[in-house]
């Protein structure tokens, strides 16, 4: 004689499987129609020079330490207009941007002491929404991204002090231009003074006398 618990799950699975299988065709509209939004980073007009994974900290100056800002991918960037470059660095989880600045002539890339992974550098950066002076120390997972980021950078930052030295000579030789052209429409500028003519001699007037 057969169970009847065991009789009572196989009409149960029966069940189960039966409004599997049974499909009403009705449908649920969904309560709040989401649509899809452009999310923009900024970095549309600019060309990627370097991409890599890296720890970066910062030296707090008031606790005289260095403290971890974040770990995810550092860029190197070059705007397709300007030509400038800057370092954008984001963090891994939430794309919180932890380094913002422009890479000019006065970077200096040095290798921290006790550590071929990592190099220091001081810059102007824009990452809290305001220009500050920081000091920031990257790691690398290995000596040659290390190495590969800090001649890049080396390299760029020499490439601006070249092209703002040129800015520099044509500015002044375009200011020099403008104060000779200036000085030369003075001068054509100036009035012409006439000479005097002396009176004419009445002869008649010393025949008379």
């Known amino acids: 004689m057969a169970d009847p618990a065991e009789h009572r799950v196989v009409e149960e699975e029966e069940a189960t499987a039966a409004g599997e299988e049974e499909d009403t065709g009705a449908q ?29 900290y910062r030296f707090d100056k008031d606790g005289s330490q260095w403290k971890e800002r974040g770990t ?3 860029k190197l960037l070059k705007h397709k207009e300007t030509a ?37 550098w001081h810059a102007l950066d824009f990452a809290d929404g305001e220009l500050k002076e920081e000091m920031f120390a990257i790691r690398f997972g290995s000596v040659e991204n290390c190495k590969k980021f800090k001649d890049l ?10 092209n703002e030295e040129k800015e520099s000579e044509e500015a002044s030789s375009a200011a020099e231009l403008v104060e000779k052209l200036t000085v030369t429409e003075e001068k054509k500028a100036e009035p012409v003074e006439k000479e005097e003519t002396p009176a004419a001699v009445d002869d008649s007037k010393d025949a008379k006398e």
Do not use: W
């Open 28 to 56: 649920i509209a969904p309560i709040v129609k989401l649509e899809e939004v452009a999310i923009t980073t900024g970095e549309e007009d600019e060309e990627i020079l370097l991409d890599m994974k890296a720890k970066l």
């Open 72 to 74: 995810g991918t550092v």
């Open 84 to 120: 400038k470059v800057r370092l954008v660095m984001r963090q891994a989880k939430t794309l919180k941007i932890c380094a913002n600045h422009l890479v000019v002539a006065s970077i200096k890339m040095q290798e921290h002491a006790g550590s071929d992974k990592s190099c220091v």
């Open 153 to 162: 950078v080396d390299q760029i930052s020499e490439e601006q002090g070249k």
